[in-house]
């Protein structure tokens, strides 16, 4: 995920010079009393191409989305825990922007299909990876509040433990297959590293 999106979406007035405008920020949203979305509206540029224009927008089923974007963020052939806790990152990632819609010349979207928010790929779906969405679907990693947050992350570094990203609340892509295949570690335990105070709960 690239970092200019967090700082074009920061600096909402140099957004409206850019062409698109950022909703008022909806408050209090948590997991006690805001359920999963059933849909989500994905912005379609071309190649997902993170500054191409947008194409049209895609309406598709919340679950069916993340199981479109996790092969494209994590290797599919990855630990097993290692896709767990990005299938959970993915989702929360998502939920949190679907509160925070965007319009950008005409189009009102939740997220696009570019490394601006998350690389979604319609029908690219794997066993390993719908699998660890499936599994971990009824759980979110949230701070104690409950509020919904994006859990960020990056790639981080091959084959490294990656202790730059360790409690940074971003994330380390290759970090989590470290700590999952070397480390042995369950992906909760992995998302405790990354994301410290934030709790694993059931919805």
Known sequence: MSWLRRLGFVLSGMA????????PPVHAQTIFNTPYPSVIRVAIRAYNNPTAPILYVQTIGFEEYCEDVLPNEWIPSWNEEA??????????????WTLHPHTENGWTYDVDNTTNY????????????DLAVQ???NMVFVPPDGAIKPLDYRQ????????????????????????????????????????????????
Request: proline fraction near 4%; hydrophobic fraction near 45%.
């Open 83 to 96: 896709l767990k806790a990005g299938a959970i990152a993915v989702k929360m990632f998502a939920w949190y």
């Open 135 to 137: 599994q971990t679907w």
């Open 118 to 129: 998350q690389t979604f790929k319609y029908l690219s779906g794997h066993y390993q990876t």
């Open 16 to 23: 409206l010079v850019a062409g698109w405008s950022v909703a």
């Open 156 to 203: 981080g570094y091959e084959g490294r433990p990656n202790y730059a990203f360790v409690g940074t609340y971003i994330m380390s892509q290759w970090g989590t297959e470290y700590w999952a295949k070397v480390a042995k570690l369950p992906f909760n335990q992995i998302l405790s590293l990354f994301y410290p105070g934030y709790q694993l709960r059931w919805v």
